[in-house]
């Protein structure tokens, strides 16, 4: 099914497949990059809700804040937080030659402790940082998000891990359960959990 729908969707930009490659190359853990059904999802959602303002927690190797950065209108700003400082180099390197690069800034850092500091009021946010963090996340983000903004959530299925939290009891797992029944009862929030990848959460800010 997944080589069905790679191959009826807009084609994957040559300079995130040379990403992607490299990345399942050079680093540990190459699931955690978004690839090209999800990025083309996340380029798709930024035309659609045409934010000016998003902000990215956990940038792994840049993928999915360049899919951010790529259909954004004139003006818009993605600002992404990474936690492991040795891929600072990398990611400043990646945005400074790849197509709409210049539209992101890279912070680095506990995004718990960056949130705070950057004082913007955000339009569209893409949470894929520490799993057992997703409500602290959420908490520290809602007072800058306006009525009718976005948050994307990913990695709310886990596996299917998220359905049986008696076997699965690992942080990781009741931290996404414990996000995923925050947010579906939430007044301010509304959501829809799509079986994309490894999940993929919608919120609507009310």
Avoid at 9 to 18: Q, V
Avoid at 104 to 125: K, M, N
Wanted: one cysteine or more; glycine letters at 6%; aromatic letters at 8%.
């Amino acid at each position: 099914m997944e080589d069905y729908i790679l191959a009826h969707i807009s084609p994957e930009p040559e300079h995130l497949a040379r990403l992607y490659r490299r990345t399942h190359l050079t680093h540990l853990y190459p699931r955690m990059c978004s690839g090209h059904l999800q990025g083309r999802m996340l380029a798709m959602l930024v035309s659609m809700i045409k934010p000016r303002r998003v902000l990215e927690l956990g940038t792994f190797t840049g993928y999915s804040a360049l899919c951010l950065a790529e259909t954004l209108s004139e003006g818009g700003e993605v600002h992404t937080v990474e936690l492991d400082d040795e891929m600072e180099e990398e990611l400043t390197e990646l945005f400074a030659t790849s197509p709409g690069g210049d539209r992101i800034t890279l912070h680095i850092g506990d995004a718990l402790e960056v949130i705070p500091t950057l004082h913007e009021d955000w339009d569209l946010v893409y949470i894929d940082a520490n799993k057992r963090d997703y409500i602290a996340y959420l908490d520290l983000l809602l007072p800058s998000l306006h009525p009718g903004a976005f948050i994307i959530a990913d990695n709310t299925l886990w596996d299917g891990k998220v359905y049986d939290t008696v076997t699965n009891h690992d942080a990781q797992t009741l931290g996404l359960d414990a996000f995923n029944t925050y947010v579906a009862s939430h007044p301010r929030l509304s959501s829809v959990i799509l079986p994309l990848r490894d999940g993929l959460t919608l919120i609507r800010v009310d």
